[in-house]
């Protein structure tokens, strides 16, 4: 892989763990806003929870902001 396309990868990957342990990555689509799969949030999401975010070696806490009507059908993961 190019090594510019991997660098760049790094900066917008933001790792996600859940409290269910489940654990998975997501990226930026925005300055502090991530795009990750459902199934990476479903448990956190029910029990209203938040999510530990890793980026650029830093742990935030972070949380759901809003699910498609029927993430189950669209989580293509």
Same mark, same amino acid.
């Given at each position: ?8 990868? /790094? ?5 996600? &763990?859940?409290?269910?342990? #489940? ?6 689509? %925005? ?10 949030? /479903? ?5 209203? &929870?938040?999510?530990?975010? #890793? ?6 806490? %972070? ?15």
């Amino acid at each position: 892989m190019d090594d510019w396309i991997a660098e760049n990868l /790094k900066e917008c990957t933001v790792r996600l &763990q859940g409290v269910d342990g #489940e654990l998975g990555t997501g990226f930026f689509v %925005a300055p502090g806003l991530v795009l990750t799969c459902f199934h990476v949030v /479903k448990a956190t999401h029910a029990q209203k &929870q938040t999510i530990v975010a #890793e980026w650029q070696n830093q742990q935030y806490s %972070a949380c759901v902001e809003a699910l498609p009507n029927n993430p189950e059908i669209v989580d293509l993961a």
